[in-house]
């Protein structure tokens, strides 16, 4: 029967399973250096391209908007009228006419007058038809206050031409026609930008793919290493 030194009896009920003469694994310094620039990468790749990410979006949701407030009326029938029925036909009429403005009947004349395209014209102008009003304020944005304010006035000038001139088509006499005319002109834009807190919610989204991205490929790079 083999002998066992002096104390070793000890070891080896501390050390159940370990062969105390056996020398310890030290951890590998590369491995864990390489571990450590993966991370140090990785969050690196996380605050720059966040940043970035976050300062591109925001710089690029500056806009203007100009608003413009028409009114309208039927003059003639207005002022025979004894009971409230022409009022409620006209509020019918200034929700039809708000609806016509992103179509193509109108946002042509304004595209050809501002050097813009109709779909470009339709997505930056809105008619909103004020509850309890004859009032109708189109709003416009734009990337300047000079272009959302021209945006605006060609607008309010289309939709007025358009309501005129369909009525002069369907040969409706002049004294009779239900008339569209500025109330506000457009004169400034205020400005707009998207929240803060949705550009830092992009930022973290591209910081986190950027992080992931550079975790993964430097990993693959520290393991080629020999």
């Given at each position: 029967m083999a002998s066992v030194a002096p104390g070793m009896t000890g070891v080896r009920q501390l050390l159940p399973g370990r062969d105390p003469l056996r020398p310890v694994e030290q951890p590998d310094a590369g491995r864990t250096s390489g571990t450590g620039l993966v991370t140090l990468a990785a969050v690196?790749?996380?605050?720059?391209?966040?940043?970035?990410?976050?300062?591109?979006?925001?710089?690029?949701?500056?806009?203007?908007?100009?608003?413009?407030?028409?009114?309208?009326?039927?003059?003639?029938?207005?002022?025979?009228?004894?009971?409230?029925?022409?009022?409620?036909?006209?509020?019918?009429?200034?929700?039809?006419?708000a609806e016509l403005l992103t179509?193509?009947?109108?946002?042509?004349?304004?595209?050809?007058?501002?050097?813009?395209?109709?779909?470009?014209?339709?997505?930056?102008?809105?008619?909103?038809?004020?509850?309890?009003?004859?009032?109708?304020?189109?709003?416009?944005?734009?990337?300047s206050r000079s272009k959302a304010i021209a945006l605006s006035r060609a607008s309010s000038t289309a939709l007025i031409t358009y309501a005129d001139d369909s009525q002069a088509q369907a040969r409706v006499p002049a004294d009779e026609r239900v008339v569209l005319a500025v109330a506000t002109p457009a004169t400034t834009a205020q400005r707009l930008?998207?929240?803060v807190r949705t550009a830092a919610t992009v930022g973290v989204f591209l910081g986190a793919v950027a992080a992931a991205l550079t975790a993964l490929v430097a990993s693959v790079l520290s393991r080629r290493r020999p």
């Open positions: 690196i790749a996380f605050l720059v391209f966040g940043g970035v990410g976050a300062a591109v979006v925001k710089s690029r949701t500056v806009a203007y908007r100009s608003d413009s407030v028409l009114t309208i009326n039927q003059p003639k029938l207005i002022a025979s009228s004894r009971d409230a029925g022409p009022i409620q036909k006209l509020v019918d009429l200034r929700t039809q006419y179509t193509s009947v109108v946002t042509k004349p304004i595209a050809d007058q501002v050097g813009m395209t109709a779909a470009q014209v339709a997505s930056q102008v809105t008619a909103i038809a004020q509850p309890n009003s004859l009032l109708i304020v189109v709003q416009a944005d734009a990337a930008t998207r929240s």
